[in-house]
């Protein structure tokens, strides 16, 4: 999906750093997103829940606080309350573009930010925590460090998850004085609480917690075997995945894939990684990707898998059709399609005008499966109609690919 680089104030005028995953449609709703503590808008779990949120026609808008990744500021003269100010001044960013966020995501501290803002946006209509602490003062028990030294010299050096980054007295203060249960008692709002049981950063008690302060509509999905910072690209699709069919519950109801229908098919690049694309044909939208093996990332079927796919439901379209013209009881057909480069010499059952070429060439293997007996002189037709499958005579004919650059 489209993704625009951002910026907009912080609370203290700090220029605060962006990125604006929108679809590339209709809008159904907005969600904003709050990343863990010393983490960045471009963790893999944000990119990936912004991505699945942009296919569903949910424009996500996730930024860096003060002075983390590319927005201005110093990060040692933050607190927990600065974060959640700057939470609502992304909230109030986007409702001066008329996009206010009617979904909160916050991962780590940042889902314990989006339970104390959540009260500050009247717009917001469903409320996500990934791995959030029950209430702030918890960050300060990871630290390996002297908090005491911190309160007494104003500043030191603290350690979470390995990473070394500095701390203000002003973050240790407003961590202990700040109280969320009394806030998560007054949500007006939908929760899914996430988290996984072997969380060691944040304890699966902290879940515990949240969920008992908060009042129903209140949900709780387990993040099995799951880290803290969700780095298996896995966990984080699944978590991107949940959270995007939870949130269509919330948003106004959609038409078809909702996307403006096209008359043709356009493959887009997302910016999101290597090779993943976002193709719509019509009005429907899904990925292209390669798999990890070919440096991509996996997120869709790859060129030849669409190129198979279409061979596949071209046969069994072809096939159903013939069955009705026929008033045949045809069981469920199933295509088996698989995809290789072979040499031309080796091809046994190719034609010999596809073997004119040198070196190798493409060669579909299609398996038809009926449920049910089928005759042997029936699966012969059956054989003979799915060779006349418009895909199967374009793949065996000389298409023509006519190619022209725009630029602008």
Known sequence: MPVEKRTFPSHAGDMLAARFDRPDGPVRGHALFA???????????????????????????????????????????????????????AADHMRQSGQAPMLLIGHSLGGTAVLAAAGDIPEVAGVVTIGAPADAEHVL??????????????????????RTFRIGRQFVEAARQTSLEDRIGKLRTSLMIMHSPLDETVGIDNATRI?????????????????????????????????????????????????DAIEHVRVSETGDSKFQNAV?????????????????????????????????????MTLRIYAQFKKLDLGRVTVD?????????????????????????????????VDGNVPPELADKLEEIANKCPVHRTLEAHATVVTRVETG
């Open 35 to 89: 990343h863990c503590f010393t983490c960045t808008k471009d963790i893999i779990a944000a990119r990936r829940i912004a991505a699945n949120l942009a296919r569903l026609g949910v424009a996500v808008l996730r930024f860096d606080f003060t002075g983390l990744g590319s927005s201005e500021g110093e990060f040692a003269n933050t607190s927990f309350v600065s974060n959640v100010a700057d939470l609502v001044a």
């Open 141 to 162: 028990e990871s630290f390996k460090a002297d908090i005491g030294t911190i309160e007494r010299e104003g500043e030191g050096e603290v350690t979470l998850a390995g």
């Open 211 to 259: 969920f008992m302060a908060a009042k129903h509509p209140k949900s709780f999905v387990s993040l099995d075997k799951a880290d803290h910072l969700l780095t298996s690209a896995d966990d984080a699709e699944f978590v991107a995945q949940v959270i995007a069919g939870w949130a269509s519950r919330l948003l106004p109801t959609d038409t078809p894939q909702g996307f």
């Open 280 to 316: 719509q044909a019509g009005r429907h939208r899904f990925f292209a990707d390669e798999p990890a093996s070919a440096g991509g990332t996996d997120t869709g079927p790859s060129p030849y898998d669409f190129l198979s796919a279409a061979l596949g439901a071209c046969t069994s």
């Open 337 to 369: 399609v698989s995809h290789a480069k072979v040499h031309a010499r080796d091809c046994a059952d190719c034609t010999e005008e596809s073997k004119n070429g040198k070196g190798k060439i493409d060669r579909f293997e299609r398996v038809i499966t």
